[in-house]
T-cell receptor, first 109, second 113 residues
Framework: DQQVKQNSPSLSVQEGRISILNCDYT??????FLWYKKYPAEGPTFLIS?????DKNEDGRFTVFLNKSAKHLSLHIVPSQPGDSAVYFC????????FGKGTRLHILP | DVKVTQSSRYLVKRTGEKVFLECVQD?????MFWYRQDPGLGLRLIYF???????EKGDIPEGYSVSREKKERFSLILESASTNQTSMYLC????????????FGQGTRLTVV
């Protein structure tokens, strides 16, 4: 039973446009949500996070939105750049950190 | 600078071998985790530890065990390697769960033949 779901396995976005990656969760006890970025043959690197008491957190080109009533969060990247091409994992934290299956983002030139 | 180091980048082992994957962190973190990453399945938690000599099962502990004798070191053990354990293994550590991010090692690509 997946507690953290990323329903889009892949996403292609034109360079310069906005990339929106989505994530749904089932457990309302999660109190912290995170996004990680992963390049092939490397470990995931932390990107941005949001506490469950907030609805938005922004860091440069990256913004995460949290809708607790819908148990949904999204990561917005604007403008998208070629180096953003990677797999993005959504994660939720309680007593342990649970990851989604990931979304592969392709930034098209 | 934060550092989580996994002992090997690539390993090839034979079916039935006992395999040790080592992970060391230099951040004095309490929590350490072992995940495996497989195509289409994302990162799945195998085991985690929130203190020395403490361990908790994750979502897929079968066929694995762990050891945490020192705070900085967390070992994953495949008691008798099988081909379905061919995967990318990722170690991570965090100060504590709840409001802190985890830092990952570079991963170990294990192939069991």
């Amino acid at each position: 039973d997946q507690q953290v779901k990323q329903n889009s396995p892949s996403l292609s976005v034109q360079e310069g446009r906005i990339s929106i990656l989505n994530c749904d969760y089932t457990n309302s006890m999660f109190d912290y949500f995170l996004w990680y970025k992963k390049y092939p043959a490397e470990g995931p690197t932390f990107l941005i996070s949001i506490s469950s008491i907030k609805d938005k957190n922004e860091d440069g080109r990256f913004t995460v939105f949290l809708n607790k009533s819908a148990k949904h969060l999204s990561l917005h990247i604007v403008p998208s750049q070629p180096g953003d091409s990677a797999v993005y994992f959504c994660a939720a934290s309680g007593d342990k950190i649970i990851f989604g299956k990931g979304t592969r983002l392709h930034i098209l030139p | 600078d934060v550092k989580v180091t996994q002992s090997s980048r690539y390993l090839v082992k034979r079916t039935g071998e006992k395999v040790f994957l080592e992970c060391v962190q230099d951040m004095d973190h309490e929590n350490m985790f072992w995940y495996r990453q497989d195509p289409g399945l994302g990162l799945r938690l195998i085991y985690f530890s929130y203190d020395v000599k403490m361990k908790e099962k994750g979502d897929i502990p079968e066929g694995y065990s762990v050891s945490r004798e020192k705070k900085e070191r967390f070992s994953l053990i495949l008691e008798s390697a099988s081909t379905n354990q061919t995967s990318m293994y990722l170690c991570a550590s965090s100060v504590f769960t709840g409001i802190a991010e985890a830092f990952f090692g570079q991963g170990t690509r294990l192939t069991v033949v």
